[in-house]
């Protein structure tokens, strides 16, 4: 199975931050990279696929890049609504695994 | 607008069955692929395997092979998941989501396991 990690697990951020999270893969997935960002008690929602797409009705402030075995998540000028976790989940591959989640706090 | 909607929570006692239904409107049904994502208390989210209804073909995580079985209904639009041998780790909630990767999820299925 692939492994991905995620770094950091947890950040701390103000309003306005420019905030980047990392997805590092066990081994090369080309671009079959997605992420989601989920709230509590909600089902996740889904950003950024092909690890740069953004999905139709998402914010520009957010950004994803990357290839092979390392992406990016960026946001740019952090919002109150984007407080949340957010997940990387590769599609190279079965099973279709996801990062452990990154947990995105006001500091 | 599709919209996933699935049945409701369950309890079940250890060394039984669940099956959780999710039901599919707004869009086409059959040519999507369906996952199943479960996310245990406090915990991430974990791919199970997923379904193509329009040929019937399935894959499953390695750690559920022998445990669970995902379905479709072309008829209705419906997707089901049953995992058997429940045991108190399998409480979580439970989605389905349309598409790869997927841009449409149900509102989640609570299962709890207990004696």
């Known amino acids: 199975d692939i492994q991905l990690t995620q770094s950091p697990s947890f950040l701390s951020a103000s309003v306005g931050d420019r905030v980047t999270i990392t997805c590092r893969a066990s081994q090369g997935i080309s671009s079959y990279l997605a992420w989601y960002q989920q709230k509590p008690g909600k089902a996740p929602k889904l950003l950024i696929y092909?690890?740069?797409t953004l999905q139709s009705g998402v914010p520009s402030r957010f950004s994803g890049s990357g290839s092979g075995t390392e992406f990016t998540l960026t946001i740019n000028s952090l919002q109150p609504e984007d407080f949340a976790t957010y997940y990387c989940?590769?599609?190279?591959?079965?099973?279709?695994?996801f990062g452990q989640g990154t947990k995105v706090e006001i500091k | 607008q599709v919209q996933l909607v699935q049945s409701g929570a369950e309890v079940k006692k250890p060394g039984s069955s669940v099956k959780v239904s999710c039901k599919t409107s707004?869009?086409?049904?059959?040519?999507?692929?369906i996952s199943w994502v479960r996310q245990a208390p406090g915990q991430g989210l974990e791919w199970m395997g997923r379904?193509?209804?329009?040929?019937?073909?399935?894959n499953y995580a390695q750690k559920f092979q022998d445990r669970v079985t995902i379905t479709a209904d072309k008829s209705t639009s419906t997707a089901y998941m049953e995992l058997s041998s429940l045991r108190s780790e399998d409480t979580a909630v439970y989605y389905c989501?349309?598409?790869?990767?997927?841009?449409?999820w149900g509102q989640g299925t609570l299962v709890t396991v207990s004696s």
């Open positions: 989501a349309r598409a790869s990767p997927p841009d449409s």
């Open positions: 989940q590769q599609l190279n591959s079965y099973p279709r695994t």
């Open positions: 092909a690890a740069s």
């Open positions: 707004g869009g086409a049904f059959a040519s999507y692929p």
């Open positions: 379904i193509i209804p329009i040929v019937d073909i399935t």
